[in-house]
């Protein structure tokens, strides 16, 4: 029987990153028309392989659209510059993987949608005991080469003195803890789901802290 937890993925072609390359300069839908079988074949398909092989260890990963919601977005390109994917751990909580013309970017994320969500996380990380887990979680995912991204504030939040231990995590809005798999040039990307796996069980633990918390 095979281990799906270890099955590979067959990878995204070079076609791929050409794809993204030509979409990168003319984002039109007359682009995406000329190169649908391009993107279909080098990039949707893979996605939906890798995603069959990523969810019975992580839960459903849904696949997204390639077309922009333009009513909700800033970028009124009618096309994603990247083919985006994720799993639903819990409310505001989960894995992302998304290819574009530089590779693949796989993360953890807590986004939280309201500032009840938001106000519990800062009130949580002032406990010291709690704080000080999750500022010893995020020391080792940096130090293994993840970035802590995500939408922070530039100073504390109001009423934070400024010498506050963990005022870097109090100053997050948002996270976005993730690693960059960068392609050789003119290559492709070989099985793609043994670095999303890797990564995703690695920050497995930073998202369970706000299961926890």
Not at 20 to 39: I, P, Q, T, V, W
Not at 49 to 72: I, K, M, W, Y
Not at 159 to 180: E, K, M, N, Q, S
């Amino acid at each position: 029987m095979t281990d799906t937890a270890q099955t590979p993925s067959p990878g995204f072609p070079s076609e791929a990153f050409a794809y993204f390359e030509g979409l990168d300069a003319d984002n039109s839908k007359e682009y995406f028309r000329l190169h649908r079988d391009e993107y279909d074949h080098a990039v949707h398909q893979p996605m939906l392989e890798l995603a069959a092989v990523l969810s019975p260890e992580f839960g459903n990963v849904t696949v997204l659209r390639p077309q922009r919601d333009t009513r909700v977005s800033n970028d009124k390109s009618p096309y994603k510059s990247y083919e985006g994917a994720y799993v639903d751990i819990a409310q505001s909580l989960g894995f992302w993987v998304h290819l574009d013309v530089s590779g693949l970017y796989v993360s953890g994320r807590f986004y939280p949608h309201t500032a009840a969500k938001l106000n519990r996380y800062r009130a949580t990380v002032d406990e010291d005991a709690d704080g000080t887990s999750l500022a010893a979680l995020v020391a080792e995912l940096r130090a293994d080469g993840f970035t802590i991204g995500g939408d922070q504030l530039k100073t504390g939040p109001r009423g934070v003195p400024a010498d506050h231990p963990r005022i870097d995590l109090l100053c997050h809005r948002t996270f976005d803890v993730g690693r960059i798999f960068s392609r050789e040039p003119g290559a492709g990307l070989p099985d793609p789901a043994s670095a999303v796996r890797e990564t995703w069980r690695a920050v497995r633990p930073f998202l369970d802290w706000f299961i926890r918390s």
